[in-house]
């Protein structure tokens, strides 16, 4: 566990300090015990809100991200992903189907997630690397990637710049 901590320690230091010219966000500081179990994965999924992407360590095109819950039962978890993306100046609003398979490994819940046509090898490794139940906010890792996720009215002030 202390290792767990330190690992998570570094890795909000490491976000604070790539923030700055990498994100349109702002990284929300957890506060309270981090946990990353397959149980809190679902606990974390399991809500009727919005979840939103409010922070991320790389650029993107796509702004706006959510999800949107269709099912979570037993280890798999469906939903509807709405981002906002710019074409040729006009502002897109996007919703794509996906589903997720829900499984344990080595250091946390791991989610793989893929559109419901492509093959499961095309699938996206979404790690947990911390849920504060609390704050209803988690942190996933993708590779060297990493985004935070919260619920939308979960009562963190977030200012959201979308409908």
């Known amino acids: 566990m202390p290792f767990l901590a330190l690992h998570v320690i570094a ?4 976000a604070l300090v790539n923030t700055v010219e990498r994100s349109t966000s702002t990284f929300i500081l957890p506060r309270g015990p981090l946990q990353n179990s397959l149980q809190d994965l679902r606990a974390f999924l399991s809500t009727k809100s919005k979840i939103r992407l409010t922070w ?4 993107s095109l796509t702004t706006c991200s959510f999800w949107e819950r269709l099912s979570l039962t037993g280890a798999s ?8 993306k710019m ?19 080595t ?6 997630t893929r ?19 609390k704050e209803k906010c988690a942190v996933f890792t993708l590779g060297d990637k990493c ?4 619920w939308e009215g979960s ?6 710049d979308c409908n």
């Open 11 to 14: 890795l909000i230091a490491w």
């Open 56 to 59: 991320r360590n790389y650029h």
């Open 77 to 84: 978890y469906s939903y509807n992903l709405w981002y906002h």
């Open 87 to 105: 074409v040729k100046g006009v502002d897109n609003t996007k919703k794509v189907p996906f589903i997720a398979s829900l499984s344990n490994e």
């Open 107 to 112: 250091g946390g819940a791991v989610m793989k």
């Open 115 to 133: 559109h419901p046509l492509e093959n499961e090898r095309k699938a996206v490794k979404m790690k947990l690397i911390s849920y504060v139940e």
């Open 147 to 150: 985004e935070q996720y919260i």
């Open 155 to 160: 009562g963190n002030f977030i200012r959201w």
